[in-house]
């Protein structure tokens, strides 16, 4: 069975830094592109960051220079690390698993990010 378990976030104020971890079980962690995505009330699901198997990594604009996601194929699990946030990253931040050559994906249960002063 395969589950993915996120955590980290919580509140936090305008400028300041969370980093969100992903544990990753039932599947061959190291061959899956892993990303992260959030859905802010009322809007639509976004890629925020992904990084394939070989450790090339995309970002979405918004994020570029604040935010980085990193693997430790050891510990199955992905990490986001969030700097300088702002209010419009509030959202709820979902881990995915996508398997190599294949539509199949899974996604975590998403945990909370909550910037305000």
């Known amino acids: 069975q395969v589950q993915l378990a996120e955590s980290g976030g919580g509140l936090v104020q305008p400028g300041e830094s969370l980093r969100l971890s992903c544990a990753a079980s039932g599947i061959t962690f190291s061959i899956y592109t892993m990303g992260w995505y959030r859905q802010a009330p009322g809007k639509q699901r976004e890629l925020v960051a992904r990084?394939?198997?070989?450790?090339?990594?995309n970002y979405a604009d918004s994020v570029k220079g604040r935010f980085t996601i990193s693997r430790d194929n050891a510990k199955n699990t992905v990490y986001l690390q969030m700097n300088s946030l702002k209010p419009e990253d509030t959202a709820v931040y979902y881990c995915?698993?996508?398997?190599?050559?294949?539509?199949?994906?899974?996604w975590g249960k998403g945990t909370l990010v909550t910037v305000s002063s």
């Open positions: 995915n698993a996508a398997a190599p050559l294949s539509q199949m994906d899974f």
């Open positions: 990084i394939r198997n070989s450790g090339v990594t």
